[in-house]
């Protein structure tokens, strides 16, 4: 049997430099645990749009819908900010999102306890931390229509429109149900029913999908700016978050606070099952490009090797493996092994992104 696909888009900035240390354990997966995948690698954002002039070709998108996961770095870049909007780095990947149909975004903020010091919150609000932002990804506010600049009278107006219908909401809502499910059994739902009609429709399609299809669940709403408030105040009190993409965007970064830094949130983006059962699906980290440090050896690679870990769970049924992964990395951090933005003020030795990987390799090979 054809071993599994995987689709590499390393993509812009810090996205090859973390890449390359999933690629590290990829290898190892194949040395040392004979799990092999079929790897290959296209482009996607800025350094398409180098290559082709658009920031996703058609033949990157056909293996993309074809491959078993789609693996990717982060795009963009100062370069490519005034590039016209229709061939920005970011619309390659939206386009992957919105064609893949990769509708739920999971975006898990894990204290690990060698962290918990080092969050800009108290330990005891952060030490144990363990949530999951559920966010919608294929619609809202970043693919309604209309959307442009206009010309309205003397002066320019920007339009955005959010947009939901319920079959979308009512999608990601189950996917938020079935994972409380395997979790502590809560959801929070979060939008701003008081000022939008899309955030009414929102709480009342989540209401009804828990109410018909599971009871069992605990449902509470909350409006995403007192959302964000308790994020900081006691985040422990959440166990499933589900939101609409802008605001899961913004609160996902909030909770990448808590853990730490942005360098550790990974994500799973998942769509409808595949012919094998698994869903179609892609898994980035949750922080961008990092102009600010892009070739200076400095990012951490621990949420892109944490999204490969989901890949291994979500996409391989390979739990064992990404719980072997996960623990490498928590047992790194135990032994104070730290990259720059893991640092306090006063300082320290931070190690590079490579010698990062090769520390979570040494923790795997002490796993055997
Ligand atoms: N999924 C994606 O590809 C995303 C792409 N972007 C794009 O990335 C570019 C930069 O955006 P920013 O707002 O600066 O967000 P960013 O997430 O790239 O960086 C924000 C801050 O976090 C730091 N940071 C991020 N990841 C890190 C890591 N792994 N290790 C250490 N420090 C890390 C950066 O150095 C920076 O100070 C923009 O072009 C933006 O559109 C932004 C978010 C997501
Ligand atoms: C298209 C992305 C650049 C938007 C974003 O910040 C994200 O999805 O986290
Ligand atoms: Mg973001």
Redesign the pocket.
């Known amino acids: 049997m054809a071993n599994p696909s995987i689709l590499i888009l390393a993509?812009?900035?810090?996205?090859p430099e973390?890449m390359a240390e999933v690629k590290k354990i990829i290898g190892w997966m194949g040395d040392k645990r004979g799990i092999h995948f079929d790897v290959s690698e296209d482009l996607v954002?800025g350094c398409a749009y180098d290559a082709h002039g658009t920031p996703l070709t058609d033949a990157t998108m056909a293996r993309a819908q074809a491959a078993d996961a789609v693996l990717?770095?982060?795009?963009?870049?100062?370069k490519?900010?005034k590039l016209d909007f229709s061939v920005k780095?970011?619309r390659g990947?939206l386009r992957l999102r919105k064609e893949m149909d990769l509708y739920s975004n999971l975006r898990p903020a894990q204290c690990f306890d060698a962290l918990a010091d080092f969050s800009s919150l108290k330990r005891e609000v952060v030490a144990g931390l363990d949530i999951v932002i559920v966010r919608e990804l294929t619609s809202g506010v970043y693919f309604g229509e209309p959307r442009g600049i206009f010309k309205e009278g003397n002066e320019r107006v920007g339009i955005n429109t959010q947009r939901y219908t319920e079959s979308e909401i009512a999608r990601v809502a189950r996917s938020a149900f079935e994972l409380a499910r395997k979790r502590n059994n809560k959801v929070c739902s979060m939008e701003k029913a008081n000022v939008m009609e899309s955030g009414i429709l929102w709480r009342d399609v989540v209401t009804e999908v828990h109410d018909r299809e599971y009871p069992d669940v605990e449902l509470s709403h909350m409006y995403a700016d007192a959302g964000a408030m308790q994020l900081c105040r006691w985040p422990k009190q959440f166990d499933v978050i589900v939101t609409d993409n802008l605001f899961g965007d913004l609160l996902s970064?909030a909770a990448a606070m808590l853990t730490g830094?942005?360098?550790m949130l990974p994500s799973a983006s998942l769509g409808a099952p595949m012919a094998n059962g698994r869903p179609k699906a892609l898994y980035?980290?949750?922080?961008?490009?990092?102009?600010?440090?892009a070739g200076q050896g400095?990012?951490?690679?621990?949420?892109?090797i944490l999204s490969f870990a989901m890949a291994l769970r979500y996409s391989f049924d390979l739990g064992e493996e990404a719980t072997r992964v996960e623990k490498a990395v928590e047992k790194v951090l135990a032994d104070g092994v730290r990259?720059?933005?893991l640092m306090g003020p006063e300082g320290g030795s931070p190690v590079s992104?490579g010698q990062m990987g090769d520390a979570i390799i040494s923790a795997l090979d002490a796993s055997l």
């Open positions: 993509g812009d900035g810090i996205g973390v954002g990717l770095g982060a795009v963009g870049g100062p490519y900010d780095p970011e990947l970064d830094s942005l360098g980035e980290p949750v922080h961008g490009s990092a102009p600010d440090i400095k990012a951490n690679p621990i949420a892109c990259t720059a933005d992104t």
